[in-house]
C-alpha cells in the first residue's frame, strides 16, 4: 500500500481507503482521471465552437430581432466606450477559455508521457486553471443580468444558444480539470 495526499484537505492517507480527515475517497487511478479528463476536455472543446458562432444574445423589438455573437458583443461594446466591460467579456469568454485548453491538453500529454520536467510549473498550471474556471461563466451573467434588468414592453431580450453552449462548455472545462488528477503530475519523477 502505498501512501497518497487527499485531494480535497491535503492529508496523508493509504492508497484506496478513505481520507481520515474528510472522509472522501482516496485513489490514485492514474487510466481513470486521464480518460475523464480527456472526455471532458473534448466535449467542452465541441462545445466551444457553437458558443461563438452562434449568437450568446437575441433582442427583439417589434418585428426585428437581433442576435450577437461574443465577439460582436465585445466590438459594440467596444464602439459605445465601454472598454473595460470589453475587456473583460473578451478575456473571460475568448481567452481565458483557450487558455484553458492549452493548459489542459499539456498537462494530459505531460501526465500521459510521464514528463518529470517542470513539475512545480505544471502544478501551478493546474492551480491557475483551478482558480479561473468559474470565472469563465461571466458572460452567462451578464446575459442573465441585461434579461432581468431591461423590462421594456417593446423590447424583449432572451438568451441565445451560443449562451447554453458557453455554459456547457465551461462546465465541461471544470469538469475536465475536477477529474484530472494533480497527484498524477511527476508521479514517476524521483524512483
Given amino acids: ?12 492517507n ?10 472522501s475517497w482516496v485513489d490514485l487511478d492514474k487510466k481513470g ?6 472526455a ?5 472543446l465541441i462545445f466551444y465552437i457553437p458558443a461563438n458562432i452562434y449568437p450568446i444574445l437575441k433582442t427583439a423589438q417589434f418585428a426585428d430581432t437581433k442576435g450577437s455573437t461574443i465577439i460582436e458583443g ?9 472598454y473595460p466591460v470589453a ?30 520536467k517542470g513539475v512545480e510549473q505544471k502544478v501551478r498550471l493546474y492551480h491557475l486553471i483551478e482558480v479561473t474556471g468559474p470565472w469563465s461563466l461571466i458572460d452567462v451573467f ?4 441585461l434579461v432581468a434588468l431591461i423590462h421594456f414592453h417593446s423590447v424583449a431580450i432572451v438568451p441565445g444558444p451560443g449562451a447554453t453552449s458557453f455554459a456547457l462548455m465551461v ?14 503530475i511527476g508521479e514517476d519523477c524521483g524512483k
Fill in 1 to 12: 500500500m502505498r501512501l497518497v495526499r487527499c485531494p480535497l484537505c491535503g492529508a496523508t
Fill in 14 to 23: 493509504y492508497e484506496h481507503s478513505r481520507c481520515y480527515r474528510c472522509s
Fill in 33 to 38: 482521471s486521464l480518460s475523464k479528463a480527456i
Fill in 40 to 44: 471532458f476536455l473534448i466535449a467542452a
Fill in 74 to 82: 465585445v466590438i459594440e461594446l467596444w464602439h459605445s466606450g465601454d
Fill in 87 to 116: 475587456l473583460i467579456i473578451l478575456f473571460a469568454s475568448v481567452m481565458i477559455p483557450i487558455l484553458k485548453f492549452l493548459i489542459l491538453i499539456y498537462l494530459i500529454i505531460a501526465i500521459a508521457k510521464g514528463s518529470c
Fill in 142 to 145: 451578464v446575459v442573465v443580468i
Fill in 171 to 184: 462546465l465541461l472545462t471544470l469538469l475536465a480539470s475536477k477529474s484530472l488528477d494533480p497527484r498524477l
